[in-house]
């Protein structure tokens, strides 16, 4: 089953540093990653059923800290689709990803530290989380 977005839809991105991508140090509040990625794509696709795109990943945080700030930083925003699997959410698997893309290229290549996707490490998870919508 996917998910189905319609205008108007609140999609929050969360996490650390790879959904942060710079964020806060820019005037883009998706920042410069896979969120841009995929809201761009979405945009270039389907350009009469345009959600809000939200990102409150913060770089260097970890579990803890994202559930210490879940209420007020995610559900206090309402969104309609936040990839939380304790919320019956469904999950890109990107650890599982980048291991399977890594066995045919230089895992440099997807990972330039071997946790910071790369550009096309950041297009990889944007494809991935696209392929869990209804485009």
Known sequence: MTLVLSAGSRVMFTGDSITDCHRRDTDNPLGYGYPLLVAGQWGRRQPHRAPVWANTGI???????????????????????????????????????????????????????????????????AEAWLRQVDL
Request: proline share 6%.
């Open 59 to 125: 770089s260097g945080d970890t579990l803890a800290g994202l559930g210490r700030r879940w209420q007020d930083d995610v559900l206090a925003a309402r969104p309609d689709v936040v990839l939380a699997r304790e919320s019956g959410a469904r999950l890109v698997a990107a650890d599982g990803m980048f291991a399977e893309l890594a066995a045919g290229n230089n895992p440099e290549h997807w990972l330039f530290d071997g946790v910071h996707p790369t550009p096309a490490g950041h297009q990889a998870l």
